[in-house]
């Protein structure tokens, strides 16, 4: 069970990102995709919150998802896909090595 929560929560974390993503490309100078993606941001936090402990061993100090999230709404900033990347990465790895204790499993 735990390992099905926490692959989950990876995929979850995932799905969050490249939503905003997509919300992102097409928000500047749509108010109404601002708005949308503003409610995703809140969202995704708040699920972030939430699941912290599915998606780290333990809470960490800083972290490229929330700062992915922390600067999605600023359309100008230059943070949000380096943050990105590196929330991409990590949650790619996160899931492999998911997989694999899996697969050792009896």
């Known amino acids: 069970m735990l390992f099905e929560q926490r692959l989950s ?3 979850q974390a995932y799905s969050y990102l490249l ?5 992102r490309a097409f928000a500047k100078g749509d108010e109404e995709r601002q708005h949308e993606l503003r ?3 809140i969202e995704a936090r708040e699920w972030f919150d939430a699941n912290i ?10 972290s490229d ?6 600067s999605a709404t600023d359309l100008t ?7 990105m990347d590196g929330a991409l990465k990590y ?6 090595r998911l997989m694999e204790f899996e697969r050792e499993l009896p």
Do not use: K, M, Q
């Open 19 to 23: 939503r905003i993503n997509r919300l």
């Open 53 to 62: 402990l599915y998606l780290y061993e333990s809470p960490p100090s800083s």
């Open 77 to 83: 900033s230059p943070d949000f896909h380096s943050n």
């Open 65 to 70: 998802y929330i700062g992915s999230l922390n």
């Open 39 to 41: 409610d995703c941001v």
């Open 9 to 11: 929560t990876a995929n």
């Open 91 to 96: 949650l790619r790895v996160r899931s492999e």
